[in-house]
């Protein structure tokens, strides 16, 4: 009669024939460790599990005092020790510091195949979660689009210039952010004197990078901007003795910082409320026969309200 044999070399080749059919899952990479010498039937099951799984085991054949000083050695968040004369498994998974135990059981059982497979999906279930949400695809850009009014002032003569304001913001992540401004003069600035009298408006169209001080979904942010752009002032009316008729635009560099608040009502609409200081180079002057009558530019200030829409 030909010899039979043993249970355990039978479990390890039925194990290694599954293990080579068994196609790589999400979870290649994460170490167990299996605390014991692997020589009874549940530890020999417990580790193919795991293996199934997609784990990567690693035996621990020295005396240990506890599961997390395992875990410790192997630089691994989860050990397990097999218990053959409970039967049990004792399952421990630490946070993703290693700091803190998240699940601490004791699977029980009366068989060692079926307390085996029990283990190896506590670990599986217990991790898939996390796993998941590693490995979740980056957030799709958000775009923002913003309307309202601003206040511009500047030292020289022009006094405050209403503007209606369009804002354009591309985040391609929680805290950076390209963004655009377009400012337009709802109302021109009127300059008078003996020597003529023109109304005078700038238009501004800046770019710059933001970033900001809390994640893109928090309630209540502040952010900080700064770029370049470009001045447009125009002056239109009559001017010089005899009167003659003056249509004159300047063209002008701008640098710019700004600081903003944003309050979120909803989870893609908000209030906003920011200042941007400024600078021309060079300043814009509007002459009257060559005399210098007003100057708009250097510095300047733009204080703003806006509703903002994410897309």
Do not use: K
């Not at 501004?204 to 002032?233: N, Y």
């Not at 010089?240 to 989870?267: F, K, N, Q, S």
């Amino acid at each position: 009669m030909r010899p039979r044999p043993p249970r355990i070399l039978l479990a390890a080749l039925v194990a290694i024939a599954t293990l080579a059919m068994a196609s790589p899952s999400a979870h290649a990479g994460d170490r167990v460790v299996v605390v014991g010498p692997i020589t009874s039937l549940l530890e020999v099951r417990l580790a193919a599990e795991l293996r199934i799984q997609g784990f990567d085991v690693r035996p621990e054949r020295g005396a240990v005092a506890d599961l997390e000083a395992a875990c410790a050695r192997h630089r691994a968040r989860v050990a397990t020790r097999p218990l053959p004369e409970v039967p049990a498994v004792e399952v421990l998974i630490l946070d993703e510091a290693g700091a803190e135990p998240l699940l601490s059981e004791r699977v029980q059982g009366s068989e060692a195949p079926v307390l085996a497979v029990r283990a190896a999906e506590l670990v599986r279930v217990a991790l898939l979660g996390e796993i998941a949400r590693r490995r979740e695809p980056p957030a799709p850009r958000t775009i923002a689009l913003g309307a309202g009014a601003s206040a511009l002032l500047s030292p020289g003569g022009l006094g405050l210039v209403p503007a209606g304001h369009l804002e354009l913001a591309l985040w391609p992540d929680d805290r950076w952010a390209a963004e655009a401004h377009l400012l337009a003069p709802l109302a021109a600035s009127q300059v008078s004197n003996e020597l003529g009298e023109v109304d005078a408006g700038p238009w501004l169209a800046l770019v710059g990078a933001r970033r900001r001080l809390a994640g893109l979904r928090a309630r209540l942010g502040v952010d900080l901007g700064a770029g370049l752009g470009l001045a447009l002032v125009t002056a239109q009316g009559v001017a010089g003795t005899p009167r003659e008729r003056l249509d004159d635009t300047a063209i002008l560099g701008v640098l710019w910082l700004r600081g903003g608040l944003e309050l979120r009502l909803l989870r893609e609409l908000g209030l906003r409320l920011d200042a941007l200081l400024g600078a021309t180079a060079p300043a814009a002057i509007i002459r009257f026969d060559g005399v210098e009558s007003a100057r708009w530019g250097q510095p300047f200030v733009a204080l703003s309200g806006r509703v903002i829409i994410g897309l």
